[in-house]
C-alpha cells in the first residue's frame, strides 16, 4: 500500500479539535477517524471551509467522522 501523508485541521475559532492531525491512511484501503470538539456551542457542525480533502473522502456534517476509500496518494491541508 501507498502511506497517504498526515492532513491538517485548523481550528477556525476558540473551539478545542481533537484531534488536530489526522492518522495516516493508505490507498485503497478503508479510512475512518472521528473529529471531536469541546467548547462553543452545541449541536456541532462539521463543514469544509477551505483547501481540500481527498475526493474520495467525505466528511459527516453532524458525527465529525472523515470516511472513506483511500485512492490516491498525496498531502491534503484543510479546514473544518
Request: net charge positive; glycine share 10%; charged share 10%.
Amino acid at each position: 500500500h501507498t502511506k497517504k501523508n498526515n492532513r491538517y485541521i485548523e481550528n477556525a475559532n476558540s473551539n478545542k479539535w481533537k484531534p488536530n492531525i489526522l492518522p495516516d491512511g493508505y490507498v485503497n484501503a478503508g479510512y475512518t477517524s472521528i473529529l471531536s470538539v469541546s467548547g462553543g456551542t452545541t449541536p456541532y457542525k462539521y463543514t469544509l471551509i477551505n483547501g481540500t480533502m481527498p475526493n474520495s473522502l467525505t466528511l459527516n456534517s453532524t458525527t465529525g467522522a472523515i470516511s472513506g476509500n483511500l485512492t490516491t496518494a498525496g498531502n491534503y491541508t484543510f479546514c473544518v
